[in-house]
């Protein structure tokens, strides 16, 4: 399975309950139970990774791991549905002792289900990517890489095509999709409809089109933030706009997201809009059907704003440790391995958490273009949960797929409207949402 989320938002509220199972086991006495006692015991470490589970590579970290720390172990259990079965999960204990802290889970219910892992004043030298799971300056998850958000595209269908430089405005854009549609045979936008999540990728980009970190958090006080001039607008515009003029797959009820790798790495797809995290897997695709790996070629959204570009870099899954573990700090040793040591990120094309490790270089042809790379800023004290109120009050998975795979059917003819009149629906819902939320 691939990765399949790029920021660390709550769009889905988990009320904490009740809880009765026990995780993890052969640890310390509950009076030495803490991250900073001794590393031993067995831990459980759930993971969305199903594909690391499945091909070795996490048991290879897991035996480097336990050489470093002889009494201590990790278990891997990977699950596809990620996200749907620990929202069922976090009802009893039963969550393993290391995990990605699911999207689910709303910033004032952190203390409910994960072990503090220290201040975040504290850790702000060292690590990236820590507001997404800070709550009142308490750390609950450390992310374990970090991704840029953007666009991959084919290379040498840009090249066939007469594509010379990635686009920088939607203009630039639909010309470079015209360019492919007319002088290739690949599809110029695969949006992957189907599976879904895909879609949410987009949304990874607000903040780079004005180049705000803030944008966010300003999205949350607007009553109309599908107006032009605002992230969200010009990102849903462009994905109406090239589908409405016929750039995308004809089908999209038939879309593969497995498919849509190797077709994409064998020039029968020319862009997708996907996390960096994406980049390895389309290269591990084109070097399995005999192309050349450098056919996946990266960009950011195309957006100027005061002449710079900007790409906006988050957090992938940040892991954390289960309040109920009985081997805390065999726990904690096992996330700081993970990104300290093992060699994860290199491994995957990640943006390391660790502030001195430098970028990977999938993502060199950013810094090339000039392109500035900035994260969003956390939401004001008291505010954290505000973005998501709002969003699940009007119904707009701003971070799902499904107000995305309406704008796709509206732009497409398959449902009724124009763009106009949904984003007049999306600003009406997003401001009732406003007002009742308050």
Known sequence: MAIKKLAGFALLAVTAVAVSACAGGSGASDADNTIDG??????????????LVQDGTFDKYAEEFHAKYPDANVTFEGITDYEGELKTRLSTKNYGDVLGIPNSVQPDQFADF?????????????????????????QYGLALGGNANGIVYNTAVFEEAGVTTPPTTEEEWLAAMKKVQD???????????????????????????????????????EDAPWTDGEDIFAIDSLIYDTVEAGYTEADPLTTNWEQSKVDFAT???????????????????????????????????????????FAMVGGDYNLGINK?????????????????DSGFT??????????????????????????ELIELNAAPTGQEALFTNIA???????????????????????????????????NTRWAE????VG
């Open 38 to 51: 001794e590393v031993k015991g067995d831990v459980v470490f759930v993971t969305w990774r199903t594909d």
């Open 114 to 138: 994960f072990e503090p892992l220290g201040k975040t004043a504290d850790l702000q030298a060292d690590y990236r990517f820590l507001a997404a799971k800070s709550y009142e300056d308490t």
């Open 183 to 221: 002088n290739t045979d690949a599809i110029p936008l695969y949006t992957n409809y189907k599976d879904g999540w895909p879609l949410s990728q987009w949304s990874g980009n607000i903040g780079a089109v004005t180049g705000d970190p803030d944008a966010m958090n300003a999205m949350a006080t």
């Open 267 to 309: 020039g029968k797809i020319a862009t997708m809009a996907l996390g960096s995290w994406a980049i390895s897997q389309l290269q591990a695709a084109a070097s399995d059907n005999g192309e050349d790996p450098s056919v996946v070629g990266y960009m950011t959204f195309p957006a100027v704003a005061d002449g710079t570009q």
């Open 324 to 340: 109920n573990s009985s081997v805390k700090a065999a726990a904690k040793a096992w996330i700081d391995f993970l990104i300290e």
């Open 346 to 371: 290199q491994d995957q094309g990640m943006v390391s958490s660790l502030l001195a490790e430098p970028l990977p270089e999938n993502l060199t042809g950013l810094s090339d273009a000039g392109v």
């Open 392 to 426: 699940d009050t009007a119904q707009i998975d701003v971070w799902g797929n499904l107000y995305r795979q309406k704008l796709i059917d509206i732009a497409r003819g398959a449902a009724d409207g124009d763009k106009q009149s949904y984003f007049d629906e999306l």
């Open 433 to 436: 949402a406003r007002a009742e």
